[in-house]
């Protein structure tokens, strides 16, 4: 089994930044993506970032692309999402998401991950 831990969220003003971290722990695996997705009062999970975790090969929605920048730490098995001039717009629940297993499609869609994360709150101020 794997657990993942979502940590960094918290309130800030509109223009600010917050860094997100996903720690995954459990059985010992090489993950074959990762990604976060975000949740608004009212509104579906929506993709934010994914990120292939061999190549680096990065995924943006179009509403953070220029603003938000997914990373990795593979040798700790832990994704970062750095998230800069955030916008009242912003504020939802984000989840990590794991995909472990072969993928052959983008990791841009919620189905493809078999872990989630608990999540964690972010609210932007205006």
């Known amino acids: 089994q794997v657990q993942l831990e979502e940590s960094g969220g918290g309130l800030v003003q509109a223009g600010g930044s917050l860094r997100l971290s996903c720690a995954a722990a459990?059985?010992?695996?090489?993950?074959?993506?990762m990604g976060w997705f975000r949740q608004a009062p009212g509104k579906e999970r929506e993709f934010v970032s994914g990120i292939r975790w061999s190549t680096g090969k990065t995924f943006y929605a179009d509403s953070v692309k220029g603003r938000f920048t997914i990373s990795r730490d593979r040798a700790k098995n832990t994704l970062f999402l750095q998230m800069n001039s955030l916008k009242p717009e912003d504020t939802a629940v984000y989840y990590c998401?794991?995909?472990?297993?072969?993928?052959?499609?983008?990791?841009?869609?919620?189905?493809?991950?078999?872990?989630w994360g608990q999540g964690t709150q972010v609210n932007v101020s205006s």
């Open positions: 459990g059985r010992t695996f090489t993950p074959d993506a």
């Open positions: 998401a794991l995909r472990s297993g072969q993928l052959l499609l983008d990791p841009i869609h919620s189905y493809i991950y078999n872990y």
